[in-house]
C-alpha cells in the first residue's frame, strides 16, 4: 500500500510541476489544492475574511484522507475552524464555498448547540472530530483554494 501512495504522490507531483501547478509560498499543495495553515489566532469570521484576502476561503473537507492530513500539519496542537457552519439556518451545516456536504466526523453527541454554536472545529482533545462551537471563539484556522468546482 504504502508503495503505491508514494507512486501516486510522484506521479501527482511532477505531473503539478509539468502543468506549472504550484502555490504561493507560505502553502503548501496537496490533491491540486492549496492549503495555509494559520499561526494566528481569530474568530470564525475573521478567519474567513482573513483568507478571502488571500483568494481562498476557510477549509472544506471532502473525505476521511483530506481531514488526516490537515489534522496531521497543523502547526501547534490545538483545535482548529474549518469552513462547516449552520449561521443561516440552526441545524443545516453549510461549507462557506457552497461545497455538497459529503463527508462530516463528528465527536460524539455533536453537533449540540451548546449556547448558540453555529461554527466548527476539529477538536483537539477528541482527536480532530467535529465540535459546534461560538463563531466567536479564537481559534488557528486553514485557508483553502484551487478547489476543483463540483
Request: charged share 25%; hydrophobic share 30%; aromatic share 14%.
Amino acid at each position: 500500500m504504502m508503495g503505491k501512495v508514494s507512486t501516486q504522490w510522484i506521479f501527482f507531483t511532477l505531473f503539478c510541476i509539468t502543468l506549472g501547478i504550484s502555490c504561493p509560498q507560505g502553502w503548501e499543495l496537496r490533491d491540486s489544492r492549496c492549503y495555509y495553515f494559520s499561526t494566528e489566532e481569530m474568530t470564525w469570521e475573521n478567519a474567513q475574511e482573513s483568507c478571502q484576502n488571500l483568494n481562498a476561503n476557510l477549509v472544506t473537507i471532502d473525505n476521511a484522507a483530506e481531514q488526516n492530513y490537515l489534522w496531521a500539519n497543523r502547526r501547534r496542537e490545538d483545535s482548529i475552524i474549518i469552513g462547516f457552519n449552520d449561521r443561516h439556518e440552526e441545524g443545516t451545516f453549510v461549507w462557506i464555498d457552497g461545497s455538497p456536504v459529503e463527508y462530516k466526523n463528528w465527536g460524539s453527541g455533536q453537533p449540540d448547540n451548546y449556547e448558540n454554536e453555529d461554527c466548527v472545529e476539529l477538536y483537539d482533545e477528541i482527536h480532530g472530530d467535529w465540535n459546534d462551537i461560538s463563531c466567536d471563539k479564537t481559534l488557528l484556522y486553514i485557508c483553502e483554494k484551487g478547489k476543483p468546482l463540483a
